[in-house]
């Protein structure tokens, strides 16, 4: 009788240990390679520029809110390097517009251990965001070489450049009909960012014209998205854009699609 229901329990527990495996949708947003400071209203010196809990025209609150609808089941942020125990905790981990000299006084560069790391985290099954940004504005020697161990690289070039909000269209880009990710969004706006270059097995997700503006690498059992921008930032997702630019579902779409990737079990 005890072997049975010893048998019993060790299913039940098996079953319980799967379940919550396939359930967890645990989102890690770095804030060790972007890691920009600035003085608050009182002086005190805060972590700023996309970060989750930032409302202001910087922040990524609203992308958030776009993980939570998509049915995140925690959001959380990482203030030093990965390592495996803190990446083993996560499903998608999200690197954001690296700091240049000019953005930190004390920038942390990618490095090779960190690239193994992430690596050996993807080939397991991790979804890794990579947003980057024009060339001006992104540490992007030692970023790519992050992004060129999933066949990925961002380029140094400037598109899409805004002047001003007389001239949105000029960072406007279609959506062709069927695009894998973005389901929804028809008209994005993006605006002063970098292409990208792909090599097998890398693919391009989205296009302006030639240019590859999004890709994609299957890398193990894992995934990886790169794209040449932050552009998912509060200030073109919260409405204020003119009318036919949908910035607000395109962080809907993103979001679910990342949640989507991710494996039952890793």
């Known amino acids: 009788m005890k072997t049975t229901f010893h048998f019993i329990l060790f299913v039940v527990l098996i079953l319980v240990t799967d379940i919550a495996i396939a359930q967890r949708k645990q989102v890690l947003l770095d804030s060790y390679f972007n890691d920009e400071h600035k003085k608050d209203v009182t002086g005190k010196i805060i972590s700023y520029h996309y970060k989750w809990n930032e409302v202001d025209d910087n922040g990524f609150s609203i992308f958030k809110e776009a993980f939570k609808n998509a049915g995140a089941t ?3 942020t990482l203030y030093r390097a990965p390592d495996p125990d803190i990446l083993g905790s996560a499903d998608i ?3 954001v517009d690296p700091d240049t000299k000019k953005e930190s006084p004390n920038p942390k560069y990618i490095n090779r251990e960190n690239i193994e790391v992430i690596a050996a985290w993807v080939k397991k099954g991790g979804i890794l965001l990579l947003m980057a940004n024009d060339s001006a504005n992104v540490e992007l020697k030692h970023f790519n070489m992050l992004a060129d161990r999933f066949a990925i690289h961002f380029n140094d070039d400037l598109r899409n450049h805004v002047s001003d909000d007389k001239h949105f269209k000029d960072g406007a880009i ?6 894998p990710v973005l389901i929804t969004a028809k008209k994005i706006f993006m605006k002063d960012i970098c292409s990208l270059s792909v090599d097998f097995p890398a693919e391009p997700v989205l296009k302006d014209g030639k240019a590859i503006i999004i890709a994609v ?5 894992g ?5 040449g921008d932050p552009w998912l930032y509060n200030e073109y997702t919260n409405g204020r854009l003119p009318p036919g ?3 607000d579902k395109a962080a809907n779409d993103l979001a679910g699609w990342l949640i989507d990737q991710i494996p039952d079990k890793y």
């Open 93 to 95: 981990y999200i690197i």
């Open 174 to 179: 279609m959506v062709d009909p069927g695009n």
């Open 74 to 76: 925690g959001i959380f």
């Open 245 to 247: 630019f949908e910035n």
């Open 223 to 227: 995934t990886v998205l790169a794209v």
């Open 217 to 221: 690498c299957r890398y193990g059992n």
